[in-house]
């Protein structure tokens, strides 16, 4: 099959196929006479497999990992284990992250009454021009805090 049957049958991008093989996650097609790449059922698996992890969110790296046990199999289950352990706690840290970012929106939500207030005095608006101040102030005067010159 060539690339483009490959991507549409996987639903990865023909240019992602192509990174995958210059990463060494792929093995390189074989080239018909015409130098389109021709690839196999092997292909199919493989990048499906590489799809399926990317889905689960794992990094290029721990993709290749893993395809090194599929490859060489030979009682890796704990480093297996080790792997998705691993992905789990950046997941876990991720959701932490998210609570967290909804607990501010649902915060800055609650700044508004939603009875027509307009421009800057809107309660979120207001609150989101005094954030992006503080953090302006901040970069530009590293050592102040909240613009405020600290006395030494």
């Not at 290029?60 to 704990?78: I, K, M, N, T, Y």
């Not at 876990?92 to 027509?116: I, N, P, Y």
């Amino acid at each position: 099959m060539q690339i483009k049957d490959l991507a549409a049958a996987t639903g990865v991008d023909a240019e992602t196929i192509r990174y995958y093989e210059k990463q060494g996650l792929l093995p390189a097609p074989a080239r018909r006479d015409n130098g389109y790449r021709h690839y196999e059922p092997l292909h199919l698996e493989r990048l499906s497999f590489i799809r399926h992890c990317r889905a689960l969110d794992m990094p290029l790296a721990e993709v290749q990992r893993l395809l090194g046990f599929v490859d060489g199999p030979s009682g890796h289950c704990g480093d297996v284990n080790d792997l998705v352990d691993a992905q789990l706690g950046r997941v876990r840290a991720r959701l932490a992250s998210m609570r967290a970012l909804e607990k501010q929106l649902v915060q800055l939500r609650a700044r508004c009454s939603g009875a027509g207030a307009s421009g800057v005095s809107c309660g979120i608006l207001s609150e989101l021009v005094a954030a992006a101040h503080g953090e302006a102030v901040a970069h530009e005067f590293p050592g102040h805090k909240n613009g405020v010159r600290s006395r030494a």
